[in-house]
């Protein structure tokens, strides 16, 4: 089937309109679709882009409240990389890993949205690098552990564990004499 | 291995193997993007930033091997041709985006296909893992271990609070995109999938058409994936999905069953008819060859071939595509040419299985 419009290219797209009960078919080409508007080009869809530096200006016109130095707000640079926060606001993209420490004050409202209103990492922690962070969840972990065995009313498992965390506190490894029972 | 063999053997190794749920489920991808911690993102930094990347990542990792992904391989962009790059995209081991980058991107690709890296695209690193049918668990075990490998010699960028630091906001924390492919014409069919995305979308799952442009599934080809990245820990995140790919899978099982039950002359008809335009065009869109294939291989998986392999879907889905319809035909084809092509390559595949 050749499009209605140009006759040239073969009709890629098929309307069907009912206007009061009448139906009406259209087969047109990508290209005379584009140009008569049923459809927008790739350059126009909505990009998830669009989407948040709509959040992003939303953020910087709470910002403008009196109180808060305007001037400021847009010299906010990132010393690293040198990305302003307008910037940031406009591509919707960080520069560089230090622009997270930048613009930190803005970065909840952002995230919240982007993230069902998360705003803190809950996951891998990198294996080699972070071995004291990794402790530091660790202790944690058994904190909370802790807690439920003394709500339980465990005791004697709970002694174990509070040694545990002593020894991982203290600088241990958490290896050999703390696994054994 | 160079580049040539490894596009002309179309199909990777990882794709002929059959997965769990492989009636259902394709496949299974798990994708984790880092970055270097003291290079800026590649959308902002100087070529000769972003060539500290490249030359690391092929320092330590070109040629090298990680358990049974042996054999890594680094493609510059700067040195393939398009349409080389083309069919890596058709392939799913680069991104389009990563097509258009010049500056110090590439891909380091294992000799089996299912890990590729991606370097310099909007991260510093994309590493993505393929599964042939439904493996969560198992992919992002293995995903993890390889991150720890890599990790063994680059200083990622990490935030105690916001995980690992990414270009994007929208993929802060766990860097990770889990996505599974699914083949659901049944339920397409009967239109009760556009009823479950909605319910879908508010857990945070993101369900979008293969192949296709927008929310239209060429060939009933879905993919459904995380999108939250922050403040839930990988294994949730995984754990989320799987539920709803069961989910999707029991629907779609019951569909097909209820299909054959109460039309079923009315689905072999449709079936067999598909069967009869592959098998005998000149001359085929890709569209129409997406939706015969899918109604090729739903005939395939309620029984009405014994003779057919269920991997022609996958298969197909990947040759019809423009680049290895070219690559083929060792010549740049029209449009019009290519569909002439890609009746003919179809027409030849059905031989092939018919031997």
Redesign the interface.
């Known amino acids: 089937m050749e499009c209605e419009v140009c006759h040239e290219n ?1 009709a890629t797209l098929h309307l069907t309109n009912y206007i009061n009960g009448q139906k009406t078919e259209l087969h047109v080409c990508q290209k005379c679709a584009m140009e008569k508007g049923y459809i927008e080009s790739k350059d126009d869809a909505y990009t ?1 882009h669009d989407l ?1 530096s709509g959040l992003f200006s939303f953020n910087s016109n709470l910002s403008k409240q009196p109180g808060i130095n305007k001037s400021n707000q847009s010299e906010l640079t990132c010393p ?4 302003t926060y307008h910037q940031f606001a406009k ?7 230090h622009c ?1 420490k930048t613009f930190e004050d803005h ?1 909840n409202p ?2 919240r949205r ?17 071995v004291y ?1 990794q402790q530091k969840r660790l202790i944690q972990d058994y904190r909370n552990q802790l807690k439920i065995l003394i709500d339980e009313e465990n005791f004697e498992e709970a002694a174990k564990l509070r040694d545990r965390i002593k020894a991982l506190e203290s600088g241990e490894s958490s290896s050999d004499s703390n696994e054994e029972e | 291995m160079s580049l040539q063999s490894f596009i002309d053997n179309a199909i990777s190794p990882w794709m002929q193997e059959e997965g769990p749920d492989h009636d259902i489920v394709l496949s299974t991808r798990i994708r984790l993007a880092r ?1 270097f ?5 590649p ?3 100087e070529e000769e930033k972003l060539k500290i990347v490249s030359n690391w990542i092929k320092e330590h990792f070109n040629q090298k091997s990680f358990n049974q992904y042996d054999g890594l391989e680094y493609f510059a962009m700067s040195t393939l041709q398009p349409i080389e790059k083309r069919a890596l995209v058709e392939k799913h081991l680069i991104s389009p985006y990563l097509m258009e980058q010049e500056k110090e991107s590439g891909v380091l690709v294992s000799k089996n296909e299912q890990v590729s890296l991606m370097v310099n695209e ?1 991260d510093h690193i994309r590493l993505q893992l393929y599964f042939p049918g439904l493996q969560l668990d198992r992919g992002l075990e293995e995903a ?1 271990h390889l ?2 490998w890599l ?2 010699k680059i ?16 993929n ?3 860097g ?1 995109r889990a996505s599974v492919m699914m083949h659901l014409p049944a339920l397409t069919l009967t239109s009760k999938i556009g009823k479950m995305v909605p319910a879908i979308n508010q857990l ?1 799952l993101v369900v979008r058409g293969m192949y296709g442009e927008g929310s239209e599934a060429v060939g009933n080809i879905y993919q459904i994936s995380n999108q ?7 294994q949730d995140i995984i754990e989320d999905l799987q539920s709803v790919v069961e989910k999707l899978i029991e629907q779609e099982r019951f569909a097909r069953e209820l299909l054959v039950e109460q039309s079923e002359l009315r689905l072999e008809d449709r079936v067999f008819r598909s069967y009869g335009i592959l098998k005998y065009s000149r001359i085929i ?1 890709s569209k129409e060859a997406a939706k015969c294939l899918s109604d090729l291989r739903l005939g395939i998986d309620v029984g009405y071939f014994k003779h057919l392999s269920r991997s022609i879907l996958n298969e197909l889905m990947v040759l019809t595509q423009p680049a290895f319809l070219q690559q083929y035909a060792q010549e740049t084809l029209t449009p019009k040419q290519r569909d002439i092509k890609r009746a003919t390559i179809i027409r030849e595949r059905l031989r092939l299985e018919e031997s």
């Open positions: 073969p998830i948040l690293h990389c040198k990305m591509v919707g993209k960080f520069g560089c890993a997270y970065l952002i995230f982007v993230h069902s209103g998360n705003t803190e990492h809950s996951g891998k922690i990198p294996k080699r690098q972070h962070l | 970055n911690t003291d290079v800026p993102f959308i902002v930094a909007e993890f991150d720890d990790e063994e200083d990622y960028a990490f935030d105690e609070k916001r995980g690992y630091l990414t270009s994007c906001p929208t802060v924390g766990t990770l945070g939250i990245t922050l403040g839930r820990s990988e869109e």
